[in-house]
């Protein structure tokens, strides 16, 4: 078991540190952690007719180093993830 933190990074850029941080058996406990962590975000945006409060969410270890980045746009369906159009 180990303590993570998972930190919301602003659409700004910068980061609302989570303090406290959760322990959990391990990083892809903690990924996963960070995707639900995602989806309630937008979830609630879309419920509340808001503004997305984040970019993303980044998994920290105890010694502050980012372990993982989750990206908001990364938990959307695959059909409505926005994309590069060739052309351009």
Request: charged share 30%.
């Amino acid at each position: 078991m180990g303590r993570y933190y998972l930190n919301i990074q602003k659409p700004d850029g910068s980061i609302l540190e989570n303090p406290e941080g959760s322990e959990l058996p391990g990083l892809q406990a903690a990924r996963e952690e960070a995707i639900e962590a995602a989806r309630m975000l937008l979830a609630a945006a879309i419920l509340d007719k808001s503004k997305v409060v984040a970019k993303a969410i980044i998994v920290m270890d105890d010694h502050g180093h980012e372990l993982d980045y989750v990206p908001l746009a990364a938990v959307l369906p695959r059909d409505l993830r926005p994309h590069r159009r060739l052309d351009s």
